[in-house]
């Protein structure tokens, strides 16, 4: 996880879908690795949401992680959790003009997240 987060902060990443697409990525690491350490289980086949729901078993605190503190924000959660698979290769119009420094700051949001949540036993 850290490595994918030091590709936001070291700035490598230009391009904002493929910044959206390995949030993609460190969101399901995270939760799959949380689910692992904490139930020590994972359904295989669930999407994202369903693995948000899943978390719920241990506690809600995931789960409120995705509550969207304003518009921008509950739009990219809303594009990160979404299947892979249905992935429209054209981003929302308000994450096409984000600043890289805020998905910087999701990839850093979502690995201390998921450290410290999987760290509280």
Same mark, same amino acid.
């Given at each position: 996880?850290?490595?994918?987060?030091?590709?936001?902060i070291?700035?490598?990443?230009?391009?904002?879908?493929?910044?959206?697409?390995?949030?993609?990525?460190?969101?399901?690491i995270?939760?799959?690795?949380?689910?692992?350490?904490?139930?020590?289980?994972?359904?295989?086949?669930?999407?994202?949401?369903?693995?948000?729901? *899943?978390?719920?078993?241990?506690?809600?605190?995931?789960?409120?992680?995705?509550?969207p503190?304003?518009?921008?924000?509950?739009?990219?959660n809303?594009?990160l959790?979404?299947?892979?698979?249905?992935?429209?290769?054209?981003?929302?119009p308000?994450?096409?003009?984000?600043?890289m420094?805020?998905?910087?700051?999701?990839?850093?949001?979502?690995?201390?997240?998921? *450290?410290?949540?999987?760290?509280?036993?």
């Open positions: 996880m850290q490595d994918l987060v030091q590709l936001f070291e700035e490598h990443i230009s391009s904002r879908l493929l910044a959206v697409s390995l949030l993609n990525q460190l969101l399901s995270g939760l799959y690795s949380y689910l692992y350490l904490r139930i020590g289980h994972a359904p295989n086949n669930a999407n994202l949401e369903e693995l948000i729901d *899943w978390t719920c078993i241990c506690d809600s605190r995931l789960k409120e992680f995705f509550v503190k304003n518009n921008i924000d509950g739009v990219l809303a594009e959790i979404r299947q892979t698979k249905s992935r429209i290769y054209e981003l929302p308000e994450l096409a003009q984000l600043d420094s805020i998905f910087s700051a999701k990839a850093s949001d979502i690995a201390i997240f998921s *450290w410290i949540s999987a760290n509280r036993v």
